[in-house]
């Protein structure tokens, strides 16, 4: 039996007409995932291998190493098919409403890259397949929406409120349960009512089960601190699944502090996605978790440079790890994600995600916290986001950034 | 009164509006114009800023209110001032409960929001992301301030659950007439009755709702079976094209008050028609 659980934390807080496919995908979950039934799980990591690239390295960052003193390792998840550790999920949960009998998949997505991936594994298994997204969104990761429209995926714009992930999620939950009885809704992060929290978490934590065997290989012990950005957590979570046991191990999740920690009660607009660090207890999305919210319990419109981790909640079981003080929840804002986008880019040879480069920046601000090995998650490469931190570099005077003039001197060159 | 009641000499008509659209004034003259056509109780929707069972004109109606300025605190107050004798139950969505703090107690959560309720006159709540399941906080917070929990019962609901439902359920069930979201439909869906059909020994009336539009969906629906209709997008689109008018406000309350005519008369027309087939 699985527990829809962690602490205070999760639930199933959901109208009734999900409740029943919630009910038979926790069945599915426990007999396909959990008991390897019809041999599910054997499958799903012959595709992870064949389809997705699966192992991926744990590469010693020898730049960052020197630079912080201490030795520092990449999980390059950047490296999946889809440049983002998305796929891990999206291809089981698309395997799975194959072995459960659905006949279309449903997501949403903030960044595109759970999009991408969710396009990519739904042409992969022969799915019909629709993505909801944020007009905001849908301006600012151009390239993935390509990709999608590309592998075939209808994409919807969604157009309430702001835009982004936390609109896309409600449009998504509604086409659900509209068409729940032969619709699977894959769900991109760690978030929603239960099992979808588990069971992203299990599809994800081949991550740290891989970075946990590498660390023993590579330097004959575990690390002394893990960290990895955190929007509704799924990269995070996979990252310190393994972890979570080796008490000596510290985990890091770190959010977007966006441009201030402050929120504006009045506007309802938290310049931020910190839930972790500076929400409260509060039910979004079919969880009891940590939220950004006024205090009347209306949910606030996040904000971050990077779309993916641009989200008012937090995977539930995160949110207990770190009220257990399991996890450190941490937070880096706009100006040093994309100072650290362009060093591990210019140090590493590396063009990490917006969302990733979050990890970085904290690695900048606290190297000398961390200990001696220090494993960072590289959630997703940076493609999507060129466009993005070509203009937010033009805003600000960053030391690291690149001298673009050469876009400037030939006609048509855009900026 | 007591929202059973609402049922009991004839078959009821509850309305839905969300409180404070589209702003606090007209709202308040249109809840008392749906009493006057007729509505047996009201279903007053306290907004929430993540609508996710809504289709678009219910979200509509949701984002007008609360930039009307609609807040928990404010909604109690506006129950408090409306001249209406017919019980209202408070639609609305988890958090706003979980989060609600008393103004006087300072308690905070479930307990808080049902006395406050109480206070204010209301006789209970459809939470519509609260599904059994997680409703033992508030269903104890209810039985302690006499208010009713009322829950959906949706075409996929079945076996166990119905049963899990059957024990927390009051005042009376919602019997969703469709899957989906909120909305006014242009005809009457026929998974109303087999739902109808799996609640028929349940002690509470039956109301059904989800896409019912004209006094004939109603009229259809009763003769089904059915002990009241609820109806709120058909509503909520009167309301929404009066304010995109710009119509004053008793203009619009007037069609408010023929739409519920048109409704409440196309029940009592079921309610003969189930007589005489029986
Ligand atoms: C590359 C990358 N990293 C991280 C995230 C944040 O998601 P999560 O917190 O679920 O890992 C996203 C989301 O789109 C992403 O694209």
Redesign the interface.
Known sequence: MSTTKFGEYG???????L???I?ELTDAYERYVLDNEDGFTDEFRERLADFGGRPLPLQHAESLSARYDTEVYLKREDLLHGGAHKLNNALGQVLLAKYMGKERIIAETGAGQHGTATAMAAAHLDMPCEIYMGETDIRRQRPNVFRMKINGAEITPVT??RGTL?EAI?ET??DW?????RTHYVIGSVVGPAPFPSMVRDFQSVISEEARAQSREKEGRLPDAVVACAGGGSNTMGTFANFVDDDEVGLYAVEAGGSSLSVDEEE?VAPNSASLSTGD??????A?TK?L?D?????MESHSVSAGLDYAGVGPELAHLVDEGRVDAVNVDDDAALEAFHRLSQDEGVIPALETAHAFGYLEEHADELGEFVVVNVSGRGDKDLETVLEETEKRDLEVAPDMSVLREVSGGGL | MGLEEAFADEPAFVPYVAAGDPSIEASKAYVEALERGGADAIELGLP????????STI?GAV?RA?EAGM???RYFAFVEDLDVEVPIVCMT????V????HPETGEQGPRAFARRSAEAGIEGFVV????A??AGPLREACDEFDQDLV????????GD?LDRMADHVSGYVYV?AR???TGAREDVSDQTEQSLARVADWSVPKAVGFGIKTGEHAERIVSAGADGVIVGSALVDIIADGHAAGDPTADVADRLEAKARELKAGALAGARAEAEQS
């Open positions: 639930g199933q807080y959901v109208p009734e007409s409740m029943p496919a009910e309430t409120g936390k409600s939950i509604r349960a509209t068409t729940v009885e309802g207890e509060g039910v979004l999305h079919g009891r939220l919210q205090s009347d319990g209306q949910i | 929430f800023s993540e609508p996710i069972a809504e289709g979200q984002v609360l807040t928990p605190d969505y988890y958090n706003l979980y989060q609600y703090t519509v992301d609260l599904p399941e997680e829950f959906i019962v949706a075409p996929t609901t079945r659950r969703q899957l989906g979201v």
